[in-house]
């Protein structure tokens, strides 16, 4: 789970500074990163390594989920659980189902029309400014993105302490940077997107 969810941690890194490209003025600049990533060979490898990544951290989560139900069907009769756990951490599995289902549009947003569908003239960065002209999928979009902050900000420290790399000295050092980089990762797309609905 752990591993899954840091390789998806860089993935989304990769991802985002792609897409940043698309708040430059030169149109050309996305559409000539986004073809280099859909035909360079080795990318293109890399694509079922991602998709292995998600379905990894997706059946894992799942699976850890129903063992600590399993583990106590019954509830502790005096449990405040606020008191020792975050609310992000008690709610993984419902952000990461929120987050899979926005995968699921964003494949058919996106992914879907560049491998088989209509690219309309402009490019891959037509089709991106196209779909934030509409309001809800904007809306839809910025929602997903401060689901995910939400879903990174536990998960971040949550994989630095399953590997290992976590005590006294170095959890405050993981939670900060998970903070920050959750709101970098929530905030850059929620930009671009609501950058291109304005104009
Ligand atoms: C402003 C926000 C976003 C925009 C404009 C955007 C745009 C795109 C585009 C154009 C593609 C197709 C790339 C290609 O095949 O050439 C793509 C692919 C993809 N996106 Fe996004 N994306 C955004 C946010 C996200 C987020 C938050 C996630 C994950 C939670 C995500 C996950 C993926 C995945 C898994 C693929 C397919 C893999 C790939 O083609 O490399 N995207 N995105």
């Known amino acids: 789970m752990a591993l899954s969810g840091l390789f998806l941690i860089v993935f989304l890194l990769v991802h985002l500074s792609i ?9 050309s600049l996305f559409n000539e990163a ?20 998600f379905a990894v951290h997706i059946l894992s989560g799942v699976a850890l989920t129903v ?11 005096n449990n405040k659980p606020s008191e020792n756990s975050s609310i992000e951490s008690r709610t993984m599995i419902v952000s990461g189902i929120l987050v899979l289902l926005f995968l699921v549009l964003h494949m ?22 196209d779909l ?21 900000n536990h998960g971040f420290q949550s994989a630095f302490q399953s590997v290992g790399a976590n005590n ?11 903070t920050i980089y959750s709101v970098a990762v929530a905030g850059g797309f929620s930009i671009i997107a609501l950058y291109l609905f304005f104009n």
């Open 19 to 27: 897409n940043l490209l698309l708040l430059s003025d030169d149109q």
């Open 34 to 53: 986004s073809h280099f990533m859909a035909t360079n060979p080795l990318i293109l490898i890399m694509q079922y390594v991602l998709a292995l990544g």
């Open 67 to 77: 063992q600590n139900q399993l583990a106590r069907p019954k509830s502790y009769a």
């Open 108 to 129: 058919r947003n996106f992914f879907y029309h560049i491998k088989f569908g209509h690219v309309p003239e402009g490019g891959d960065y037509m089709l991106v400014s």
């Open 132 to 152: 934030f002209d509409i309001w809800y999928y904007t809306m839809i979009y910025v929602a997903s993105f401060v689901i995910l902050g939400f879903h990174l």
């Open 168 to 178: 006294k000295t170095w959890a405050p050092f993981w939670k900060k940077l998970g």
